[in-house]
């Protein structure tokens, strides 16, 4: 296990085995977790949501959350509908 101190500002330097084993890159953000037990574990953030947006590439109308929570609404009730035939 590698071991890291701290210094008069309260910085640590991550081991570089630490680093390599989360992936971390210059920059990386890392959030402190504590586990059930009291424990405080490193947990890499990983990546940022705002970049999903690309990934999903949809290019229709907006739709408002009464409108979707409409169509959800609709397919419950057809889903229902179609288990009980």
Known sequence: MATATVTSKGQITIPAETRERLRLKVGSKIDFVENRDGEIV??????????????LNY??????????????????VARYRRSSE
């Open 42 to 55: 490193l947990r890499p953030r990983r990546g940022d949501i705002r970049k999903l947006k690309t990934l």
């Open 59 to 76: 290019t229709g109308p907006t739709v408002t959350v009464e409108e979707m929570d409409e169509a959800i609404a609709e397919a419950a």
